[in-house]
């Protein structure tokens, strides 16, 4: 099953994509990760996204689209978690011709909703391994040893974009071009909202009974 997990910055994208795929099996599809990636191995993409990222605003539709086609051409699509993609409805009208011409099919789209103040104390707190593989929080969830990785020993960094000034350019590009999607998915009849207040084990629930919901929804018109 594919799986869109959407919403504000900060939402908790990240924190349940990881729950989904160790509890669920899912394979996370996260284009932040990929693009932050594409910079770290300074590749002509990286070049390219850099200053719209360090800038809080989203990198072109056509550089993320091409991206995400190669990535899925690689994988088999069978349980895949998109995290950040697709991010404004031409985004979303792209991927359903990629879906097309590989033959894939959207299970569901989750919509992970938090607050705007709960948004940026997320942000502004969290910390996080330079890959990006290991997240923490100051205050929801710190490390044993401050300012250092539980797992690794490694030093925690913040990221560049999660500084106020550019949280507040971010979330204007979400108002803009990303909550829209919410009526998109809505009137493709796939839309399911969550709330995403509560610990994150307690939103996983929720986000487990969405994606249940959506796999029986899927075996009933296979069926009909
Ligand atoms: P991206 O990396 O996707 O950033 P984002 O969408 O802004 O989301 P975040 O990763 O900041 O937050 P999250 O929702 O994953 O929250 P997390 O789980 O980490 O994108 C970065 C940039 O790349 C964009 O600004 C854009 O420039 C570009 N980009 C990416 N995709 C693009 C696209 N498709 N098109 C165009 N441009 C694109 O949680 C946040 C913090 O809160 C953590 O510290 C965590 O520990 C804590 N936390 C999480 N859940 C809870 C909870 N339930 N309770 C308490 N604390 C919690």
Redesign the pocket.
């Known amino acids: 099953m594919i799986l869109i997990l959407f ?1 504000p ?8 994509s990881n729950l989904i795929c160790d509890h669920l099996g899912f394979t996370h599809v ?4 990929l ?2 990636a594409a910079i770290t191995d300074k590749s002509e993409l990286g070049k390219e ?1 850099q200053d ?2 360090n800038r ?4 072109p ?1 056509e550089i ?1 689209v091409r991206m995400v086609e190669e990535k899925l051409k690689l994988m088999d699509g069978s349980s895949i978690v998109f ?6 409805v031409p ?1 979303a009208l792209s991927l359903e011709s990629i879906f097309e011409k590989l033959d894939l099919h959207l299970g569901g789209a989750v919509f ?1 909703e938090v607050p705007n103040h709960l948004i940026i104390r ?2 502004a ?3 996080q391994t330079p890959d990006g593989k290991y ?3 100051i205050e ?2 710190p490390p044993k040893k401050v300012g250092i990785c539980d797992v690794t020993g490694v030093e925690l960094i913040q990221r560049t ?2 500084h106020e000034d550019v949280i507040s350019a ?1 979330l204007e ?1 979400y108002s803009k071009s990303t909550a829209p999607l919410k009526e998109f998915y809505k009137s493709r009849n796939c839309l399911k909202e969550v709330s ?1 207040e ?3 084990e307690e ?1 996983f629930y929720e986000v487990s009974q969405a994606i249940s919901f959506f796999k029986n929804l899927g075996k009933k018109n296979r069926h009909a």
Do not use: E, W
């Open positions: 919403g910055p900060g939402a908790g994208k990240g924190t349940q996260s284009t932040g990760d693009l932050r996204a719209f990222m809080g605003m989203l990198v539709d993320v995290d950040g993609f697709p991010r404004t985004q992970l997320r942000l707190g969290r910390r997240v923490y929080h929801f969830n974009d999660d971010r590009a995403g509560g610990s994150a939103v």
